[in-house]
């Protein structure tokens, strides 16, 4: 069973600084793209951040020059550093990575998986 655990959210002052942590667990053959989403009460989810298992990334403007994603492929963990918090980032984020399960490794078919969601609150 491959599922993937968040950790790091909390409430912090704007201008303050969170640091999000994704790990992929279960018997897991390749991790392809991993990323961070999220979704503020009454909207849609939204992308973050996405990185290649290359280490190509991608940002939502709003977050450019604030947020950076990273990934340790030996650890099967993803990464969102968040600065400059602002109100408006207030939300659930949530970690989402396509990954081959070992136990369909032959047929390469990849797998999206997301975790449980992890608070983030910025207050003003």
């Known amino acids: 069973q491959v599922q993937l655990v968040e950790s790091g959210g909390g409430l912090v002052q704007a201008g303050g600084s969170l640091r999000l942590s994704c790990a992929a667990a279960?018997?897991?053959?390749?991790?392809?793209?991993m990323g961070w989403y999220r979704q503020a009460p009454g909207k849609q989810r939204e992308l973050v951040a996405v990185?290649?298992?290359?280490?190509?990334?991608n940002y939502a403007d709003p977050v450019k020059g604030r947020f950076t994603i990273s990934r340790d492929n030996a650890k099967n963990t993803v990464y969102l550093q968040m600065n400059s918090l602002k109100p408006e980032d207030t939300a659930v984020y949530y970690c989402?990575?396509?990954?081959?399960?070992?136990?369909?490794?032959?047929?390469?078919?990849?797998?999206?998986?997301w975790g449980q969601g992890t608070q983030v609150t910025v207050s003003s």
């Open positions: 279960g018997r897991i053959a390749s991790i392809n793209t």
């Open positions: 990185i290649t298992s290359g280490a190509s990334t």
């Open positions: 989402h990575a396509d990954i081959l399960p070992s136990a369909v490794a032959g047929t390469g078919f990849i797998r999206s998986y």
